[in-house]
């Protein structure tokens, strides 16, 4: 099942011409020139920022190896920096991810997890659903006997508005498999990523 999203038939004039009038109604001059260029700018970094949309998470997945002498123990790839965006104010979350899983009879390049993070994550998101997606595209893909994601993030639409609370990070997590249902696993898991007191 694919992920990927048809192209928008916005186009690119047209989203220009969006950001100048952001700038005009926050009191710019768009015409101005320190701002001349900046709807280019603009519209070239959503390029990067969403990118997400134009992959498969999963086709990261896809090429497996299985000649690993029968290892079965858990692989887990911590400390995934990534940044998104907040889906309903459009501010960045930026944090880390940490990715588990129980191999059956294949695995895949460690590479690839970290792809699959940045794949959804270049996306509008909310850190719940983020979670959610990466461990069930493991899941889906790989068919192993559990994954486990943890992200610890913090998300600028708290600290640069709102509440303005500072230094304050969230922690979401997604059990799947034997992580869900066997707490030395998921206790393991947490002591490899450097969470203690997992029950």
């Known amino acids: 099942m694919s992920d ?6 916005v186009t690119r004039e047209q989203a220009e011409e969006a950001v100048r009038v952001l700038l005009r109604w926050s009191g710019e001059d768009p015409g101005r020139e320190g701002l001349l260029d900046t709807p280019k ?7 990067d920022w969403f990118s997400g949309y134009q992959v498969d998470p999963g086709e990261y997945l896809r090429r497996t190896f299985e000649e690993v002498a029968g290892y ?11 940044e998104s965006h907040c889906e309903h104010h459009m501010a960045p979350i930026i ?3 940490h990715v588990g899983y129980l191999p059956t009879n294949r695995v895949v390049g460690i590479s690839k997890l970290a792809r699959v993070v940045d794949a959804y994550a270049r996306r509008f998101q909310v850190q719940e659903k983020l979670t959610a997606q990466i461990a069930q595209c ?3 893909n790989l068919q192993p ?3 486990a994601v943890v992200i610890d993030a913090s998300h600028e639409c708290m600290t640069t508005r709102g509440v303005h609370k500072r230094g ?6 997604q059990m799947l ?3 869900r249902d066997d707490a030395r696993t998921r206790s393991e898991f947490l002591q490899f990523i450097g969470i203690h007191g997992g029950r």
């Open 177 to 179: 498999g034997a992580f």
């Open 41 to 47: 700018r603009v519209v070239k970094a959503y390029r």
């Open 145 to 147: 006997a559990g994954v």
């Open 4 to 9: 990927r999203h048809e192209p928008t038939d």
């Open 168 to 173: 304050v990070s969230m922690i979401t997590s």
């Open 138 to 140: 493991i899941q889906e």
């Open 72 to 82: 079965d123990e858990m692989v887990v790839l911590r400390d995934i920096e990534f």
């Open 95 to 97: 944090g880390r991810a």
